[in-house]
Nanobody
Framework: QVQLVESGGGLVQAGGSLRLSCAASGRTFSNYAMGWFRQAPGKERAFVAAITWNGGRTYYADSVKGRFTISRDNAKNTVNLQMNSLKPEDTAVYYC??????????????????WGQGTQVTVSS
């Protein structure tokens, strides 16, 4: 099992930037592929970005490609999401997610073994 805690959410104007961080504790962080999802009110939780256990490969939803960057630091047990050129449609609760193991990269909710509590990102127009 792994515990995940997000931070860095907030209110930003369109075109601005935010950096989300996720701190992991429990089992060894490097044992897990990691990802970020987001959920707006009344909508399904949707994939945003993911990264393999060693950071060798990254994956992005088309809607954020070129604007968001996922990274991880296994020495610090953290995964980050740098969000640039934010748009009002990026407004959502953002969730850190751990895959089931090193192999399963969480690109769908079915791939997720553990969720963070979520952090609100609001982008004003």
């Amino acid at each position: 099992q792994v515990q995940l805690v997000e931070s860095g959410g907030g209110l930003v104007q369109a075109g601005g930037s935010l950096r989300l961080s996720c701190a992991a504790s429990g089992r060894t962080f490097s044992n897990y592929a990691m990802g970020w999802f987001r959920q707006a009110p009344g909508k399904e939780r949707a994939f945003v970005a993911a990264i393999t256990w060693n950071g060798g490969r990254t994956y992005y939803a088309d809607s954020v490609k070129g604007r968001f960057t996922i990274s991880r630091d296994n020495a610090k047990n953290t995964v980050n999401l740098q969000m640039n050129s934010l748009k009002p449609e990026d407004t959502a609760v953002y969730y850190c997610a751990a895959g089931k193991n090193r192999i399963v990269v969480p690109t769908t909710t079915q791939d997720v073994a553990s969720w963070g509590q979520g952090t609100q990102v609001t982008v004003s127009s």
